[in-house]
């Protein structure tokens, strides 16, 4: 199941950038794909009677270029003794520089550390958060890793009713991309492997609401109708997944199925507590084709509130609102 072939990993000089450039080599060895390294210096911003472009402010810049990608190349060079790795260093907006890195090169992953270790607090509004929202390819934030022994990866995936005829097929490649990269990722790291579909039965406050006063037996049918609902197309989700993977690869895995009746913005993340989740592998679009939603409310709500890390996709025929003129 090799998923990713040109893997694009954004480091930092210093050794906290090695769990990153750890999971960004392995992750390449596996898929055979090709790897390129970058770090995003911010463009120097000239001082009072100092003009933009003028000699010193460009030996000042080549500086700041050349310390970085000093302290950086020594911690790469090791890494190239077992595959060939391209390495760059940007310069301007960080999240910008990425994405534009990414339209130049298409690349199909990223794969950065979040920009601050106490993330929980500060992902929305930050670099991170503009990254998730408008990175045309899969992003990766890593936070520091458990023993291969210990990894949990959780695919939180949607399989409801409630989107329009044209958003269904949409949707259903999306589940089957975060399906395909979590069962690939669980393989390579001999982890456990859970996927959680969070459903509601639509109406059934109103139907104890005093309008109605429906009997509480056909509440209770109806609800459990809505649940099989649920699972039924859960089931053929995993079907797929299992149908890719192979008979042994299944055996294997012995994959954990969470059927969870809520709302998933407080289920996905109380669950990832729970059974102590290494990586979340989820959807971060809710829909396409509506100008300015780069991110739905559900997904920016889940991450705020987790703390591991969390491998986001984006539906087929998202587009960046990023382009590569300035």
């Given at each position: 199941m090799n998923r990713f072939k040109n893997i694009l990993c954004v480091a930092k000089p210093g050794e906290t950038s090695k769990p990153a450039i750890e999971r960004a080599v392995k992750l390449a060895q596996q898929n055979q794909a090709s790897l390129t390294i970058v770090d995003v210096v911010p463009k120097f911003t000239a001082g009072i009677n100092m003009p933009e472009g003028g000699p010193i402010s460009d030996e000042l810049q080549t500086a700041m270029q050349r310390d970085h990608e000093e302290h950086l190349k020594p911690l790469i060079e090791s890494y190239r003794k077992l595959m060939n790795i391209?390495?760059?260093?940007?310069?301007?907006?960080?999240?910008?520089?990425?994405?534009?890195?990414v339209l130049r090169c298409?690349?199909?992953?990223?794969?950065?550390?979040?920009?601050?270790?106490?993330?929980?607090?500060?992902l929305l509004g930050s670099e991170d958060m503009h990254l998730l929202r408008k990175c045309p390819c899969p992003v990766w934030l890593i936070k520091t890793e458990k023993t291969p022994s210990d990894r949990r990866i959780l695919a939180a995936v949607d399989v409801g009713g409630d989107y329009a005829e044209e958003e269904r097929e949409t949707l259903k490649n999306l589940n089957n991309q975060i399906l395909e990269m979590a069962g690939s990722l669980a393989i390579s790291d001999f982890a456990e492997l859970h996927i959680v579909h969070v459903w509601d039965a639509v109406g059934e406050s109103a139907m104890r609401g005093a309008f109605m006063k429906t009997p509480e037996e056909k509440i209770a049918a109806y609800v459990e109708q809505i649940r099989q609902q649920h699972d039924h197309k859960l089931d053929q989700l995993l079907e797929v997944l299992k149908n890719k993977l192979g008979s042994d690869a299944d055996a294997y895995l012995s994959i954990k199925k969470h059927l969870i009746k809520g709302w998933a913005r407080k289920e996905i993340p109380d669950l990832a507590k729970r059974i102590d989740a290494d990586i979340i592998v989820m959807g971060t679009v809710a829909r396409t084709g509506i100008p300015g939603l780069f991110m739905g409310n559900t997904a920016e709500s889940i991450l705020s509130q987790i703390n591991c890390s969390v491998l986001a996709i984006k539906p087929s025929g998202f587009k960046t609102p990023v382009s590569l003129g300035e």
């Open positions: 391209d390495f760059k260093i940007l310069t301007g907006e960080p999240f910008l520089e990425i994405i534009r890195q298409g690349h199909d992953l990223v794969i950065k550390l979040p920009d601050t270790y106490d993330w929980l607090d500060r």
